[in-house]
């Protein structure tokens, strides 16, 4: 027995086996004797060992055993059977499977499957002689299938475009960039739990405007969860140092009241002008700690804490909505801003409202009950305020749009109309940039949008009354008041 591993019979307290016994428990290798004790806790650790160096140098050990000795196990295969013929040589030669057919290159395969651009499952799609006709069909067919679609679509306040709008204000641009803005907000998207707000929603545009930065966001609740950043000075991006973020002067804000029938507390951002934003929060307190403290104004309908995405803990910030109040809106909105958690005083607001003019929109809207509600006022659309800035669109096609000579004579005749009512400061006709193909994915609804700035508040009323439902080349032009101040900031 090697000298290294030798121990006395009185070093083992309390064990009656003999050296050989112990000789026999070492050859397990580590594993539970037959008397119920590990080897370890009898023996003492192995030194270096001359046989153990040897046995490495001279002994070639097979691919299928362990170091230690033991056989590895191994899923034995005879390989290929003989005659096999390659991969390359199986694969289909004329496969059409990953190859776009011409003139389909920007088509979802879905939208084409219910457009009705192939007449039947597993046909091939509708061809002819002349690549003009094609492109007709296409088109055609494509616009079909929004039209359709468009016309049963519900029109919501938070889908419209300023709802994913914001306005930067009072920080110092040459100190801080638009980058570097736009990077500081894309970092607070990307490193917290936002339900609803996926990796690809943290893309932002961004433009300055003068002594503003206008931010368009891709969904609703994005520019809502930014909220939170205003007027906070504890971002150390900003060396503590604070912007001002808000609503464009547009923002209609949503006005229906839909809480949840389950008895439970919902975890989402309800975008209505009931839902309320609190700030100031310790970091890490608990979901129970806020809900606890809310539920003394009232039933909760949901309730959604802004998480930490490395460490799963509160970021100072939460969003909620309650089914039922004990206080009025004003009176529960000051209660709120009077109390504190862990002697953090709490910041409480409302995200969606339109804090300069109080727009709102109670009720579903759709491409059949829009031309009732805009032509009667209703108590559950807010009237927009006077302006010397109009709106008016359906006032051409797209055709019209994308033809350069008809577009222009258009243009020009749309503003001799005007002209009439007053002298006309600015005109502005929405049309795509350059390099525009058509595709369904560049159409925006500001395309073929005229504004009008009017040197006075008279003469833009009159051409709002006078010119808004007449009939313009056949066609009815809708008329609308736009805020001076978005106009000017490029918000259109």
Not at 283 to 304: M, N, P, T
Request: hydrophobic share 30%.
């Amino acid at each position: 027995m090697d000298s290294h591993n030798h121990k006395d019979a009185s070093e083992i307290s309390g064990s009656s086996r003999g050296l050989g016994e112990i000789e026999r428990s070492q050859d397990s290798r580590g594993g539970v004797s037959r008397y119920g004790r590990r080897d370890r806790d009898v023996i003492g650790p192995r030194g270096p060992s001359s046989f153990a160096n040897h046995r490495r140098s001279g002994y070639e050990r097979s691919r299928y055993e362990h170091r230690s000795g033991r056989a590895r196990r191994r899923y034995h295969s005879d390989g290929v059977p003989p005659g096999t013929a390659l991969l390359s040589e199986l694969r289909p030669k004329d496969s059409l499977w990953d190859k776009v057919a011409k003139g389909y290159q920007k088509i979802d395969a879905e939208v084409a499957r219910q457009s009705g651009l192939f007449p039947s499952p597993t046909s091939e799609a509708t061809r002819f002689d002349d690549p003009e006709k094609e492109k007709a069909f296409i088109r055609g067919k494509l616009e079909e299938y929004h039209s359709a679609r468009a016309s049963k679509l519900k029109l919501l306040a938070h889908n419209s475009i300023n709802s994913r709008r914001l306005i930067l204000s009072g920080v110092d641009f040459d100190e801080f960039s638009q980058e570097k803005l736009q990077k500081i907000l894309q970092g607070f998207l990307a490193s917290t739990v936002i339900p609803e707000i996926e990796a690809n929603d943290y893309d932002l545009r961004t433009r300055r405007a003068g002594d503003f930065m206008v931010i368009e966001a891709t969904k609703s609740v994005v520019a809502t969860a930014l909220l939170v950043l205003s007027d906070d000075d504890s971002l150390a991006e900003m060396n503590h140092k604070s912007f001002h973020l808000q609503r464009p002067n547009e923002y209609i804000a949503s006005d229906l009241f839909l809480p949840s029938y389950s008895a439970d507390v919902g975890e989402s951002i309800v975008e209505t002008s009931h839902l309320l934003c609190l700030r100031k929060l310790p970091e890490g307190v608990d979901r129970e700690q806020i809900q606890q403290l809310l539920c003394k104004y009232g039933q909760l309908d949901s309730l959604v804490v802004l998480l930490d995405k490395i460490t799963y803990e509160s970021k100072g910030s939460a969003f909620f909505s309650y089914k039922l109040t004990k206080l009025p809106g004003k009176e529960l909105l000051a209660k709120l801003n009077e109390e504190s958690i862990d002697s953090n005083k709490l910041e409480c607001f409302k995200p969606c409202v339109n804090e300069k003019y109080g727009y709102y929109q109670s009720i579903v809207l759709d491409s059949v009950t829009l031309l009732d509600y805009s032509l009667h006022q209703n108590k559950k659309i807010s009237v927009h305020g006077e302006s010397k800035v109009l709106k008016f669109f359906n006032c051409m096609s797209l055709a019209e749009l994308l033809n350069e000579v008809e577009c222009k004579f258009i243009e020009d005749t749309f503003r001799k109309r005007c002209e009439v009512y007053g002298t006309v400061k600015q005109f502005r006709l929405m049309k795509p940039q350059n390099g525009f193909s058509r595709g369904l994915y560049e159409m925006k609804p500001e395309f073929g949008k005229f504004y009008v700035e009017f040197d006075t508040l008279k003469e833009a009323i009159e051409c709002a009354t006078k010119l808004s439902g007449s009939k313009f080349r056949g066609r009815v032009a809708y008329g609308t008041y736009y805020d001076e101040d978005d106009f000017k900031k490029g918000i259109l």
